[in-house]
Each structure stands twice: as C-alpha cells, then as structure tokens.
C-alpha cells in the first residue's frame, strides 16, 4: 500500500510542478518508484522523472543502472518503459552507457519493442553523433524499412524524414523502395486496422509524400522516378473528398510544388487547389490559399485561374484565412500590381490590432517596395504612409534608406541634377504636409524623417515659406515636450533642434520662435542638447556669417576632408622647438606603426580594399528601391519651378548641389524488396481492364498490380506521355488539365448579366494579377485571306492528330485590326513516327520560303501542291545573252521560286529600309501598353537573347528603338533613365506575337555595348528576327 500512496503523491507532486512551485522534496521518491516490481509503478517513476529532472541533475545518474537492466529484461512492458526512458532521460554523456542495448532491441521479436528501439536510437545520435553514427543508423534504417510489421516501418519513417531534412544524400537511393512502399499502401495491401474512415494508413501517406519532396527537391532524375506514383496518390485522394484524404491531397500538392516541376502533375495540383478555394468549408479554403502560395512562386499562372476566389477571401471575416491570403498576396508581387496589392497591404495594416499580423504586414510591404518600386517619387510615398501607420515596427534601416534615396537621387550618370531636385521636392511637400498633425500620432521614426528632410530641403518647398516651416518646428517641438515626441527620446530632439538650426543658415536670419525655443534648451538636462544650443548662440550672436560653413546646403552626401597629418599644428610645433622644446621621437615598439604609420609597409599591410566592384555583365531586378522596374521618370518632367539653394556661395563646393554618384545599373545502392513483396495482406488479382478515361491521371498512370519495381521512363519521356517534364508542353504553354489530345472545347454559354459587386471584384482581380498570365490564352482570329493557312496537329503529347477540318472561309477585313492580337502559345510538335504506321498525313501548305523558320518534320512525304495551267506564251522576244548553267534549275528543284534581283550595295540604305519578313509576309506592329507587355511576356515560350559586345552603328537608345520600327516593330516604351525599349509585332493574322527588349550600355569611343531579348510564341519567329536585329546592329 506505501507503493501505491508513494505513486499518488507523486502524481499529486507532478502537478505542484506544473503549477511553478517546487517539488524537488520528492524526486528520490520518483527514483526509488522507477525501480519497483510492478509496471504501473515504474512507469510513474520514470514519468516523473522525465518531466521533473533536469538535464544536469545528479539523479540522472542513479536511473542509468536501472535502465540497463530493463532493456535487457524478458518483459516486454520494461523493455518498453526503459526505451520511452531513454528518450527522455539520457543526456549527451550517458548515451555510450546504452547504445549497445538499445541496437540489440532491433532484432527484438516484438513489434512494439522493434518500433520503439528505432526512435530510441534516432534520438540517441541526435544526442551525440560520434557514439551512434550517421552511417551506422542509415544502415540500420535501411533495414527496419522493410520489416513485415507496417508499424515498424512507420516508425523508420519518421526518422528518415528527420534525417533527409538535415543530409539527404544518403537516402538518394531509397526513391524506388519508397515509391514501393507508398504503391502498396495506395493498393490497399495493408491490414484494415490501418485503414482510417476507409483510407489505408493516410499518415504514412503523408510521410512518404513529405520524404519524396525532399528527395527530389532540385533533382531531376530522382523527380521522375515518383511522378507517377504521386500522381496515383493525388487522384486515389481526391476520389473519396474527406479530411484524412484531403490531408494527403495537400501533401501531394506541396511535393509537386517542390520536387522537379511536371507540368501533368502541376495541373493537378492546380485542380485540386481549386476544389478547395471553391468550397465553403473555411479549412478548405485556408488549404487551397496555402497550396496557391506555394504553387505561385514559381508557376505564377496558376494564380490567374482564381482570381475571384482569392478577391473573397480577401474580403473573408476569418482572421487565419485573410492573414494566409496577405501571404499569398506577397508572394505572387511583381511589378505590375505592386502599387495594387501594396495598397491592400497598407489597409490591412491600417485596421489591424494585432501585433504580430503588424510586425508581419509592415516587414512584408518594406521588402516588396524596395524590390518592385516603379519609381522613386511612389517609394517615397509608400515609405512615408508606413511610417504614419506602423512606424514602431519598422526597421531603423528603412528610414535610412530612405533619406539616402532622397540624397542621392537616382545615382544615374545619365540623369541630371534637375531631376534630383524634383524628387526632393516632392519629398519635402509630402513632409510639409505632415506638419499639422498631432505630435502624440507621429511615430518616433517619422519625426526623424521629417525633421531630416525638412532641414535639408526645407527651401524648395512652394506652399510652405521657410519662415512658417521653421515656426511649425518650433510648435511640434514645444507642443512634443508634453506629449513626449517621438516616444520622449532625446535624439529625437536633437534632430528636430538641428533641422531649425540648419533652416535658420538657409534663412539668413533666426526669426523670432526659433531664438526662443533654442534659448530655452540652453537650459536642457540633456548636455548633448544643451551644448548644441549654446554652441548656436553664441555663434549666432558673435560670427553669424558661420553659419553657411557649419550648416552648408546639400552637403550631407559630401566628403569631409581629414587632414591626417595634422599639418595645421606644424607652425605650433616649430615655434615651440624654437623655444627650446624637445623634438618627439616616435618610440621603437609602437605597435600602431604597423597600421596607422606611413611608408611602403603600411600601405601593405591595409586590410581594406577601395577599389570599386565592377559593373555587373547583366541586368538583375528587385536590387533595391532606387531603380524601380519600368519606370519613365522620377516625378513631373517640368521642373521650372525648383529654386536654386540660396546662399549657394557659402557652399564650399559650388552651388550646393550634390553631385550624382554613379552607381551600377541594377541587376531572371538499390534496396531488395524480394521478401517484401507480398507481407501485408494477400495479393489483389489483376486489375480488370478499365474503360478510357477523361482523368488525364487515369490515362496515364500505369499499374503496378503485377511487379514491384518502378517502371522507369523510357524513350518515350517521362511521366505524361510522350513529352517530358521539360518537353513541348511548358508552364506557360496553352496545354490544360487532362488534355492528351482532348478534343475542341464546346462553344461557351452566353454569360449572365453581371452585378456592380461582380463587376468590381473583377477590376480588384485584373489590377491584382496583373503581369500574371492565365492559363489558357485567347484563341486566335481568323486568319485573312491574304494569309496562307498551316495544318498544325490537334493532339498534345504524342496523341494521333484528328481528321483534317475543312478550311474556313477567307475574311477579308474592312479596316486594319485596331487593338492587339492575343498571345496563342505554340501548339506542341506531334510525336515522330520513324516507320509512318497509322498516322494519317499531314500536309502544309506555304506561300514562300522562309530560310529562317523551322523545317517541320512529317510523318508522310508532303503532297506537291497543285500547279497552275501555263498561260499562252507571247510573242518570242529578241533572244537574250548566254545565261549561264544553273544544274539545279535544270533539275526543276527552283519551280516556285521566283527570281528577284537582290538590291544594289551601292545604293543607301537599301537594306534599312526593308521591314522584316516571317512566313512570306512583313511582320505588323502590335499596339499594346506596357502592363499588356508585362503580361504576354510570361506567356511566350521561346527565348533568344543576343549580345553585341561594342556597335557603332547602334550606340544610343532612340537608334534602336528606329530599328526597331524600321523593321515593323511597334515602340511600346522608350525608357531614358535606364536606356532600355520595348517593342512588340504579330505576324500571320496574330497567329505569333514576338516582344523584344532591348539595353544600351554606352562604351568609351562612341560605341555601345547592346544586349537584345526577343520572345515569341513561336520559335521560328523569335528565332529569325533575332538574327535579323543582329544582323542589323552589327
């Protein structure tokens, strides 16, 4: 009975413990418990000592003896107490005092002690890495993966998994032992005790799910060993639609995100995020936005597809759904709808009252406006409304950043100081402003920021005079006293009192609050500010004209000269060597010699470079906030209006300007599975053959009823067909969820009338993903009659191309097409028939020949097209001079060409003046903005970028852009400030549209350094005009 009082206590004594008092009084009693006969006793006793005993107690050392006897005992009850022990008492030190114990229990007969003795020895190689090694434990995982018990393999789970997180190297090799694995379960070869509302072991699902997207993580080759399975895995979940498969449907999106993208797999996971964002199950709809923010950052065209979804959940009352769709919203910025979704951003943070969602949201909106600012006016803006909404959370950084944006200006050598001006002030207008608000809602950090701003620019504001300005600083300043500005910090103070001293300099004289307010801090208990002002008295009052070199104008980005030797106390030191002074000898042993001394030796032993880094080769975006993306200008091109400083003879350097720093421009062994075939459960029969489906996953998937090994991708690609993961079907290419060879879509229903609320979400919707492509692009307009038509095939990846359709009717259009034609992405090449069985053939048909575009490959020779009855020959001319031989027109491989005389090299320009030819017919200028441009930019495929190291003929940016119309190109931006174009074309009726980027670099010499992009929906197209531009450049 003292044995059972003594275990009530201690339980009574574990909750004393978890009330904070102290229970130390009774831990020998839980030492002496864990060596009781009876189980129930000692389990209380090792309980109480896992949750009491710290690590360094000195009791740890009494249970040791205790646990080794138990690990070698006959029962199974304290074998497996002692191994839960393990886990929780054995420290770093003690872990070679059961190791040996603790293996041994892998070859233990019971399942129980087995999957226990796998966590034990887990936990003790975490603890100490040289008692129990890496290489020991993988072996011994290796092994216990395939034990019979499931159970004892879900344990080995948990530690692979643990394990792959920190090295996974090592597990390489088990990609096809897991897919095994994970096969079998789908198969339902487990016991039914595992199965959980009908779905077989769905934690084990998941883990292996999780293991497999860690393996596969930036690796290729071990990717396509798992797609098929999780592709089988994703559809077997998807089909029951309960929470334990929902689970295993979320894991299954984020290993597709995660492993090496499949664009099969990727429209999957994009349909299955979509039944989640459409449900009205608030869990749901958190795991739909949870898997889109994990599938947009790297194929950010899923995101289009939902645009209205996430617009409501936006607007959702549930504080977890709206703060995971903020995240969302961060992730998929770019520089299109950065204005739009940091607007939102600065909403959200407006109404918010918790502290974290702050903290988040305003760390969050700093790092997408220094990464995607158009420009540096709107930086400034965004910037400053964070300062007023939740300054206290923001980083001191920031505002630094943001004054030395202010300072510098564009730091552009092309831009002049004129445009810094306007920049700054705007800035000082926008802090003007801020003026008249209450001192008790000015953040600590906006105070600074305007008190800095204000004290260097105050003389360019036009709605403010100086004198004014320097009476409200004055009124903020006093009025601050009693509501604590700026927090009650003293620097804060002082930066106000220096920004009044520095408008007084700019001023001329000191008005009649600003004598007073700094004679009152004469008085002030700090002595920084008190020696400050009187610093300013008395040189106000006694050498006023100072002034202008103590607080000289647009100075803060200028050099302070360091005179290091001392050279003004050279008259000084001679005068008083001449009275009889002693010479300074420098002693023998100083140790700052080394460093700080002249000579060769010290210049060596420099550990500091100064030299600058080079110019980046390439341009890189996001690099900061002073070089938005796209941007045209920095504020109002006019600038008529911006005073000169006054008093610019008191600058030093001449005319108080701050000279533009030129800064770089910114910167797209296998594992046998033989005996474990058939251990959990009999072998199901062969499936029975299964009618076609419309599930792409069901017609692709094959099974794995009869073998248990992974069917490897053979030569006809990987997982989905006939086209790899990386094949004709891109991320943004037109193939859709489930299309191997779908036929046409159905016309489209007549939509409804639309509500103001509707029409609204989707103005939020096109503003918010913007620059974001959907999926399936517009379909083309007819083509004109002028206009030869290609037979492309129907099918995608490989599938047999449908029978012919009959040809349209030729339109003739009335007028030119005003608005610009949509992007069509590339239909994929058919799959090459070497032999030509059973493939119908395919014929084309062209107009001319184009040197330039791609041979298209026929499974069939092409049928001759038909030839025109000759005309009647007219009267036989006076017989011309010998031609001579032509053996390939005799051998009529010429039929059809026509024989055009090249233009004269002699004559000028004959070769600028001829516009650009695709498919026998001139390309048409695409008229369309620079957002549209943004947005078919991520839709077009193919990609050829060009470099010319140094041209002549191309050396400024307005010549490239003429080029670029010369050739039949429409000029859709022409940016100055970073001497960069775009332009857009279409060719074939609007069937391709190709987009061209062009940089200028000037060189020394006269000669630039040109860097052209050209993207296209269709190779040939991008592939000829970039050869053409080349060409042309060059």
Known sequence: SSKKKAREFLVRLLYVEMLGHDGSFGFIKAVELAAAQSIMHKKTGYLICSCCLSPDHEFRFMLVNQMQRDLISSNLLECQGALVAVTNLITSDLVTTVSTQVIGLLDHTSEIVRKKAIIALHRLHQLSPDAVTMDELVDKLRKMLCDRDPSVMGSTLNAIEAMARVDV???????????????????????????????????????????????????????????????????????????ASNAIVYECIRCITTIYPNPVLLDAAGASISRFLSSRNQNLKYLGVTGLASIVERHPKYAADHQLAVIECLEDKDETLLRKTLDLLYRMTNPVNVEFITDRLLHFLRGSTDPYMKKDLTGKICTIAERYAPNNAWYVRTITELFKIGGDMVDPAVATNLMSLIAEGTGNED?????????????????????????????????????????????????????????????????????????????????????????????????????????????SQDPDTQRRCLEFMAMLTTAPYLLGEVFPIDASL????????????????????????????????????????????????????MTPYEKPSEKTYGQGQMHGLGSTSMGPTGAANVALPPGGAMNAHGGGGVTPMPVAPPANDGLTLRSTANVWGKKPAAPAPMAPATNSFAATTNSFANSNTINSPTSSGGYGGSSSYGGSSSYGGSSSYGGYGASQPAPAPVAPQKTAEQIQKERMAAALFGGISATQPPAPPPPSASTPVIATPQGQWGAKPTAAAPPPTPITPAAPIPAPAPVVAAAPAPEVDLLGFDAPATTTTASSVDML?????????????????????????????????????????????????????????????????????????????????GEHWGSCPSTHPLSIASSSSVNTLSKFMALCEKAGLHKVEEIMATNEGIAACMAGGGSAV?????????????????????KSTDPGLSQGLSLYLQNMIR
């Not at 190297?169 to 009908?198: A, G, M, N």
């Not at 002693?587 to 550990?607: E, I, L």
């Not at 007219?874 to 009529?892: E, N, Q, R, S, Y």
Request: proline share 10%.
């Open 169 to 243: 190297r090592p597990f390489k090799d088990l990609v096809p032992s897991l897919v095994s694995v994970l096969k079998q379960i789908c198969e339902r070869r487990l016991p039914s005790e595992y199965d959980y509302h009908r779905i077989p072991a769905p934690w084990m699902q998941m883990k292996i799910v999780r293991i497999l997207s860690v393996i596969g993580k930036n690796d290729s080759q071990s990717s396509e060993g798992m797609y098929e399975v999780v592709a089988d895995c994703l559809r077997k979940a998807d089909e029951a639609g309960i929470n």
């Open 415 to 523: 831009d002049d100081e004129e445009a810094d001006m306007v920049l700054r002030k705007q800035a000082v207008e926008l802090y003007v402003s801020i003026l008249g608000n209450p001192p008790n809602r000015m953040p600590r950090v906006l105070v600074e920021t305007l008190a800095w701003v204000l004290g260097e620019y105050g003389y360019l504001s036009s709605t403010m005079t100086l004198d004014y300005i320097i009476d409200s600083m004055c009124t903020l300043l006093q009025s601050g006293n009693t509501a604590k500005l700026g927090g009650g910090a003293a620097t804060t103070r002082r930066l106000v009192l220096s920004a009044i001293m520095k408008m007084v300099a700019q001023y001329g004289s000191c008005p009649a609050a600003a004598a007073k307010c700094i004679d009152e801090y004469t008085k």
């Open 558 to 609: 200028e050099d302070v000269e360091v005179d290091v030797g001392l050279s003004f106390m050279n008259g000084l030191v001679a005068e008083a060597v001449s009275n009889g002074a002693r010479p300074y000898q420098k002693p023998d042993d100083d140790d700052d010699d080394d460093v700080y001394g002249g000579g060769a030796a010290a210049a060596g032993a420099s550990a500091f470079k």
């Open 853 to 933: 575009a791609p041979t298209l490959m026929m499974d069939e020779p092409v049928a001759p097209a038909p030839v025109a009855p000759p005309a009647p020959e007219p009267a036989a001319p006076p017989p011309p001079p010998a031609a001579p031989i032509d053996p390939f027109a005799d051998a009529g491989l010429l039929d059809g060409v026509t024989q055009t005389s090249l233009p004269s090299f002699s004559a000028p320009n004959a070769f600028d003046s001829a516009k650009f030819e695709f498919g026998g017919s001139p390309i048409t200028p695409l008229a369309i903005n620079t957002p549209q441009f």
């Open 994 to 1014: 190709a987009l061209v980027h062009g940089k200028i670099s000037p060189l020394p010499g006269g000669t630039s350094r040109v860097d052209v992009t050209v």
